[in-house]
């Protein structure tokens, strides 16, 4: 089965062991579940645009957009 390129947009600081359970079922030969992950490792950036650019990037270039939203998923981030 051909992998499908996923964006995986999630809060790093409270979902990233869900984010993390996708990569390890992809890598679980007995699970019938694959994907190429597009998500972006940290952008270095504090440039609204910038950010905006390169996630719209990574967007546009996978299959899928996946959101993994959490409890504190309407919460302000601690930098805005």
Known sequence: MAKKSVFVSFDF????RYKYL???WDANPKFE???AD???A???STN???IKAALSTRIAAADYTLVIIG???NKLHRHS
Request: no cysteine; net charge negative.
């Open 33 to 35: 579940f694959v994907f």
């Open 42 to 44: 940290e952008i270095d």
């Open 13 to 16: 600081e409270n979902d990233k």
């Open 71 to 73: 409890k504190e998923a």
């Open 48 to 50: 609204i645009g910038r």
């Open 38 to 40: 597009e998500t972006p």
């Open 22 to 24: 996708l990569e390890a």
